[in-house]
């Protein structure tokens, strides 16, 4: 554990328990998107390939247009 983390829990002890569990809460929630983030991305390398391929494809054909920002 980092210094700076204990020194974080540390001051968290000193909080009233209902403080301390909504700190907790905010912390786990935190790292389970966290968790669910990297899930996702690992699993949708291989589809952002082929949408990266296919748009490429689609660009080098010609059937893309110019993006304008004013006409959006």
Known sequence: ?????EQAIAQI??????EQDRIATFIL???ENETLWDRTFAN???VLAQLAAAALAEDKAGKTQELDPENL
Do not use: C
Not at 1 to 5: A, G, K, N, P, V
Not at 13 to 18: D, F, G, M, R, S
């Open 44 to 46: 949708s390398h291989d």
């Open 29 to 31: 929630e935190e790292l």
């Open 13 to 18: 002890k000193q909080l009233p328990e209902t």
């Open 1 to 5: 554990m980092t210094q700076l983390l």
